[in-house]
């Protein structure tokens, strides 16, 4: 069946460090791919996508590549901020029934 | 643009209560569906419905009704509340279409305790 495996959390970084938090996934046929975030007592919104292999998506500095043939889809930026502390979610959708298959959720705390 | 809007934000409930979350969608989305958060746990589907009169189960149906009469609206209700059902819970809806890259929205949680 279809799955996403995130790193597990948390994760703690100083400002300014290189941020990545890992997803892999298993699925069949060809998913479109995304990360969420989730800031401190809100709910979650999109924060980049990617629908087919070799697409980058990126949003606030945020990149991540789809990687088809290591079924990755890693969460990048360059230099983190205090601002980006949150929980990241990795998910794919993989029909046409719209169902996301979540991962677990990855709490990242950046310190000053 | 108020996008997906649940209320209440908070609930505390006796064992044995029963409540009704709301969640609205100005959108247009036909999809739409109702997780729960728990520590650990990620997000869990409840359940879901692709259209106004169609709903089906998630992963963890148990214990949670839904309806959908109109496009905008779907309540969960919790018949009889017990402490496993303590969470937050998120709705979330996004676009039909049948596409597999749809973003979806979602609203604000509302954290429920049940003692």
């Known amino acids: 069946g279809n799955s996403v495996t995130q790193m597990e959390g948390p994760v703690t970084l100083s400002e300014e460090a290189f941020l990545t938090i890992n997803c892999t996934y298993t699925a069949t046929g060809y998913p479109s791919l995304f990360w969420y975030v989730q800031y401190p007592g809100e709910g979650l919104q999109l924060l980049l996508k990617a629908t087919k292999a070799d697409d980058k998506g990126s949003n606030k500095g945020f990149e991540a590549t789809y990687r088809k043939e290591t079924t990755s889809f890693h969460l990048e930026k360059g230099s983190a901020q205090v601002s980006d502390s949150a929980v990241y979610f990795c998910a794919l959708n993989a029909g046409n029934n719209r169902k996301l298959i979540w991962g677990l959720g990855t709490s990242l705390a950046v310190n000053p | 643009n108020a996008g997906v809007t649940q209320t209440p934000k908070f609930q505390v409930l006796k064992t044995g209560q029963s409540m009704t979350l709301q969640c609205a969608q100005d959108?247009?989305?036909?999809?739409m569906s109702w997780y729960r958060q728990d520590p650990g746990m990620g997000l869990r589907l409840i359940h879901y419905?692709?259209?106004?009169?169609?709903?089906d189960q998630g992963e963890v149906p148990n214990g949670y009704n839904v309806s959908r009469s109109t496009t905008e609206d779907f309540p969960l209700r919790l018949l009889s509340a017990a402490p496993s059902q303590t969470s937050v819970y998120f709705c979330?809806?996004?676009?039909?279409?049948?596409?597999?890259?749809?973003?979806?929205?979602f609203g604000q949680g509302t954290r429920l305790t049940v003692v």
């Open positions: 419905s692709v259209g106004a009169g169609i709903t």
């Open positions: 979330a809806s996004s676009y039909s279409g049948g596409q597999s890259n749809t973003e979806a929205f």
């Open positions: 959108m247009n989305h036909e999809y």
